[in-house]
């Protein structure tokens, strides 16, 4: 007995090694993975939003107040709408008192922060843009 460990501890070693840098990438990725997920299921969520806004702009092309509070009221998760810090609305029309066959453009904008550790505090900007074609000149919705 010279004091050295054997070949099989040294191995058994080495393999734990690898198993924990192994394991540390692929959690990682794991992580980004949801993360990115996460983000898309909230850029279904703004995007369904904004398709709510136009359906109700289509008919009541002059109520901006209520089509950005039909915005805001269609969703609370992932992304709650209400709030005004990270969630933007946006409508855009070619005149100040659309008639029929003009156009409407939603756009309906949210920071999401990001929740992976090299990420932390940063954000992705997610955008849902919907256009809408005007169908009445009042408020035809009751």
């Not at 709408?81 to 008639?99: C, E, F, G, M």
């Amino acid at each position: 007995m010279n004091g050295l460990p054997s070949r099989s501890s040294v191995r058994r070693g080495q393999s734990l090694v690898e198993l924990a840098l192994t394991l540390s990438v692929l959690i990682i990725l794991l992580a980004g993975i949801i993360d990115f997920g996460v983000a898309y299921f909230s850029y279904v969520a703004l995007r369904d939003a904004a398709e709510e806004g136009a359906v109700y702009g289509a008919m009541c092309p002059t109520d901006l107040a209520g089509i950005e509070e039909r915005i805001r009221q269609s969703s609370s998760s992932p992304v709650n709408l209400a709030d005004t810090t990270y969630v933007t609305v946006t409508i855009q029309s070619s005149r100040s008192n659309p008639q029929p066959g003009d156009v409407l453009q939603i756009t309906v904008a949210y920071r999401y922060l990001t929740i992976l550790p090299f990420l932390a505090g940063n954000s992705i900007l997610l955008r849902a843009q919907v256009t809408a074609v005007v169908l009445t000149s009042g408020c035809a919705v009751p």
